[in-house]
Every structure is written in structure tokens, then in C-alpha cells.
């Protein structure tokens, strides 16, 4: 027996001299094949690198990658036209031409504010409503379809949810509106793979790309979009996914920049640095931040199943948007999907009780606008509940331990908050990096409260903003595994 084992080691030891694996597959049998076919004077492959394996590689085809650029341009090009009928909404409804939503929502007067939100209401209702009933059955989930489904997706259906979705938001609703060009993208992707004859494992992978350009696009963070793809939508980074959706998100951003300006989201960030009360804080912060991430979680899961349906849902966003536009009145800060709330707690421009109030009440109108049966995404909504709460819990720890801007403490809780609620650590740190163009000195402490979120909200619960998002199965139809593009 000894004997046997001494010689099966030394033939497998020959074997990868002679440039094969020990398992005797060939390193020609790595898809696409290297032009190189000689391996490295040490016998080793390539392929013993994890992620360069012939594991969805074979999906790469020429056909495939032209498939890629047109769903990057189309992406790019679907963001920018959402993001004209989103700034195009709020300006006639607002009375404003220049500036951010929050300065010409202040500035307009209370009967207008509330007004704006109840034609919204009627006009989501309505719009929602009929769109559900003639396009019943067809698909406009990108998430489900992704993980659940094929991948197909309706392009009328996701083009008429998006429309009316970026409406209401203009108008002021609570919601993210990054659920459309993501919504777009992806079924771009889902267009052009049947049109350029795609397998369904290409397809998927499209999707994906698709999707994450989207968000990409109207945000200009293509590095996150790449990321948010393969972390979140397929959940693998390797390189037969990470590299074509790095290039579509990168022609994404680029392609929209024919309308969408080429500059940070939230300018003028100060470039805050590094401080052993903004590490300590950090560490003690992020169990906090894993712990309201699980419950905002669960609060979004909750309303996404109880949400308003049949005709209930002509009638259900007037009173909820309504209820919205009454507490706008003291709060004009809520309207929108958060953005400017967050610039506010990243300059460290609101006050301690203001962002304290604005913490409790962004979930909760968020989810109200959600449950009433309105379309819409959950990032900036998050990531600005993140923010104040960030900044909130900064300015008490400057009474123990002052010398860091309250704005700083806001950018760390922000990319701890999204990264926990979407479980991807890389994009929420991605995303807030390329956000704001600034928090590089401050990486330390935001790895470390992003990390300790994330773990902290997997271990309780494990469900995202997206997951928890997901329908009920149908009665008498167990879910589907979808086609995994690794195998």
C-alpha cells in the first residue's frame, strides 16, 4: 500500500512538470484557450488562480461582448432620459429652475407642496394600476428575474413602471430613483440578448450588466456599478463576470454624460482625515448600525408583502403621499429620495435634533410610499438614513471626544448603513467613495464600521433591501435555481 501511494505522488509530480495538473486536465482546456499554450518553467497553471478557470469564462464570446457595449450605450442612454423626466418634474412642480430639490421645495409654499404630493398619488395610482392589469404576467423584477427566473424581463413594462416612478419621485415622493435606469439597463440586456441570439447563461450575465450600468449611469460611479453587478445581482467576482460588467458600466457612465454632468454626486464634500475618535467611534458604532439595518430591513420586507393591491391601489397613494406632503410641511427635507439630506449631514450643515428627527421619519415615509404600492428603489433612501443618523450620533460623540466633523462621522454611518442593508461591503464602500470624491484619509474607519455592520446584520437576519423585496412564491410552484454563468 505504501508502496502504491509513493508511486501514484511521484506520477502526479511528473505529470505537472510535463505541464499537466495533477488531476490530468490540460491547461488548453481553459476556455476562451490562451494564444501562450506553454505554461511557466515551474509547471504551475494558471489556472490554479481561482478566478481564472475556465468556470463561465466560455460565455465571453465576440458576439457576447458586442452585446455588452450596446446594452453600456442604451443603459447610459435610458438613465439620461429618466433623469430628464425626474429634473423636468420637479422643476414645474416645485416652481424652481436651478438648485437642489430641498431648496425649491423650502421655497415653495405649503398648499403647493402638499398639492404636489396628492396629484402625484392620483396619478400613480391611476398609472400603476392600469399598467399592472394590461401587462399582467409580464416580468419587471430585475432581481427576482435574476435570481429566481431567466432573466427576461419586459421592456414595456419595465419602460412604464420607470416613467411613472421618476413622475411621482419628481413630484416628491420617498422613494430611490435608481430602481428605473437599474430597471432599464437590465432589460436592455434582456433586448438585445435575444436579438443577438445570447444562450440563457449569457443572458443573465447581460442582464446583469445591464442593471448595474443603469445605477452607474445616473449616479457617475461606474466602479460601484461594476461592483454593485457581480456582488450583488450574480454574487460572484471573478473575472468572467467583473470584467464585462466593468466595461458596461464604464460606457454607461460615459454615454450619459451627454445629458448628466461629469462631476461628483454631492460636490464640495470636504476631504476629512483621519482621526482615532472617528476609528474608536467606528468600532463601537458599527454593531449599531448592523443592529437599525436588520430592523429597516425587516421593516421594508414587511410592507413589501402587506403592500396595497387590486383597487385599493388607485386610492392608496393619494392618502399616503398625502400624509407625506403634510409632515413636508415642517420637514421639506423628506421629499425626494434623500439626496439632499444626505449632503446636508455630509457637510455637517443640520443640527443634532433635526437629523435625529429625520433618522425616525425617512424609513418610516419611505415604507409608507412603498406600501401603498408605488415602484421605486431603496439606495438613497437608505444611504440617507445612514447619513443623519452618522451625523446624530457624531455630534454626541464630540462631547466625549471632540476634533472630527460631525460630516465625517455621516460618511462612515452611510457606507456602513448601505453596505449592511444591500450585504455588499464593496459597493456600499464604493459607492459613497465615488459619491462624494472625497473619504480616502478616512478608509480605516469606514472599512471597519462597514465590515462589523455587514457581519452584524447577516448574522441576525441575512436579508438586503433586495431580498426581502421579493414576492411570495405562487401556491404550487417552488422556486426555480437559475443557470449559475460559473458552470
Given at each position: 500500500?505504501?508502496?502504491g ?6 506520477a ?6 510535463r505541464g ?8 488548453r ?6 494564444l ?8 504551475r ?7 481564472i ?10 458576439r ?10 442604451a443603459?447610459?442612454?435610458?438613465g ?31 398648499a ?13 395610482g ?9 401587462t ?20 414595456r413594462r ?17 422613494i ?5 435606469p ?10 438585445l ?11 443573465r ?22 461592483l ?5 445581482l ?5 473575472l468572467?463576470?467583473i ?22 454626486v ?32 425587516r ?47 455630509f457637510?455637517?450643515?443640520?443640527g443634532f435634533?433635526?437629523m ?22 431603496l ?9 443623519v443618523?452618522?451625523?446624530?450620533l ?17 460618511m462612515?454611518?452611510a ?36 465590515a ?9 437576519d441575512?436579508?438586503?433591501i ?6 411570495a412564491y405562487q ?13
Amino acid at each position: 500500500m505504501q508502496y502504491g501511494t509513493y508511486i501514484r505522488t511521484v506520477a502526479r509530480r511528473l505529470g505537472a512538470v510535463r505541464g499537466r495538473r495533477p488531476d490530468g486536465a490540460s491547461e488548453r482546456a481553459r476556455l476562451p484557450q490562451p494564444l501562450l499554450k506553454r505554461r511557466m518553467p515551474s509547471g504551475r497553471g494558471a489556472m490554479e488562480q481561482p478566478n481564472i478557470t475556465s468556470h463561465g469564462a466560455g460565455i465571453l464570446t465576440p458576439r457576447f461582448w458586442a452585446m455588452v457595449v450596446l446594452t453600456g450605450v442604451a443603459a447610459g442612454l435610458l438613465g439620461a432620459l429618466m433623469m430628464v423626466i425626474l429634473f423636468n418634474v420637479q422643476y414645474a412642480a416645485f416652481g424652481y429652475h436651478a438648485g437642489s430639490l430641498e431648496h425649491g421645495v423650502k421655497h415653495a409654499p405649503a398648499a403647493r407642496r402638499v398639492g404636489s404630493l396628492l396629484i402625484a398619488g392620483a396619478f400613480g395610482g391611476v398609472a400603476w394600476f392600469l399598467l399592472r392589469r394590461y401587462t399582467r404576467g409580464e416580468s419587471s423584477e430585475i432581481d427576482e428575474a435574476l435570481w429566481s427566473g431567466d432573466g427576461r424581463l419586459s421592456f414595456r413594462r419595465s419602460l412604464g413602471t420607470s416613467v411613472i416612478s421618476e413622475v411621482v419621485i419628481g413630484m416628491g415622493a420617498s422613494i430611490g430613483r435608481e430602481a428605473a435606469p437599474k430597471l432599464l439597463g437590465g432589460a436592455a440586456g434582456s433586448v438585445l440578448s435575444g436579438w443577438g441570439g445570447l444562450s440563457a447563461r449569457q443572458r443573465r450575465l447581460l442582464v446583469a450588466c445591464g442593471g448595474g450600468a443603469g445605477l452607474a449611469a445616473v449616479y457617475n460611479v461606474p466602479l460601484a456599478g461594476a461592483l454593485f453587478t457581480a456582488e450583488i445581482l450574480i454574487g460572484d467576482i471573478t473575472l468572467p463576470v467583473i470584467l464585462p460588467a466593468i466595461a458596461c458600466s464604464w460606457i454607461a457612465t460615459a454615454t450619459a454624460w451627454v445629458y448628466l454632468p461629469n462631476r461628483a454626486v454631492y460636490p464640495g464634500i470636504p476631504d476629512y482625515r483621519f482621526t482615532w475618535s472617528l476609528m474608536t467611534w467606528a468600532l463601537l458604532a458599527g454593531p449599531v448600525i448592523g443592529l437599525v439595518s436588520a430592523g429597516y430591513i425587516r421593516l421594508i420586507g414587511w410592507v413589501s408583502h402587506h403592500r396595497v393591491r387590486g383597487t385599493r391601489a388607485l386610492f392608496a397613494p393619494v392618502v399616503a403621499f398625502g400624509i407625506l406632503g403634510v409632515i413636508g410641511i415642517w420637514y421639506p427635507e423628506l421629499f425626494g429620495n434623500g439626496l439632499d439630506m444626505a449632503r446636508d449631514a455630509f457637510l455637517g450643515l443640520s443640527g443634532f435634533g433635526l437629523m435625529l428627527t429625520l433618522f425616525a421619519l425617512k424609513p418610516l415615509v419611505t415604507s409608507m410610499c412603498l406600501g401603498s404600492g408605488a415602484s421605486g428603489g431603496l439606495f438613497t433612501p437608505t444611504l440617507s438614513t445612514g447619513a443623519v443618523l452618522g451625523g446624530a450620533l457624531g455630534i454626541a460623540w464630540n462631547l466625549a471626544w471632540p476634533g472630527t466633523p460631525s460630516g465625517a462621522f455621516a460618511m462612515v454611518c452611510a457606507a456602513a448603513m448601505i453596505g449592511a442593508a444591500m450585504q455588499a461591503p464593496l459597493s456600499g464602500l464604493a459607492l459613497v467613495l465615488e459619491l462624494t470624491h472625497s473619504g480616502f484619509a478616512m478608509m480605516v474607519p469606514m472599512m471597519a464600521a462597514t465590515a462589523i455592520a455587514t457581519l452584524v446584520a447577516f448574522y441576525i437576519d441575512g436579508y438586503s433591501i433586495y431580498s426581502a423585496r421579493l414576492p411570495a412564491y405562487q401556491e404550487g410552484s417552488p422556486p426555480s435555481a437559475p443557470a449559475d454563468i460559473r458552470t
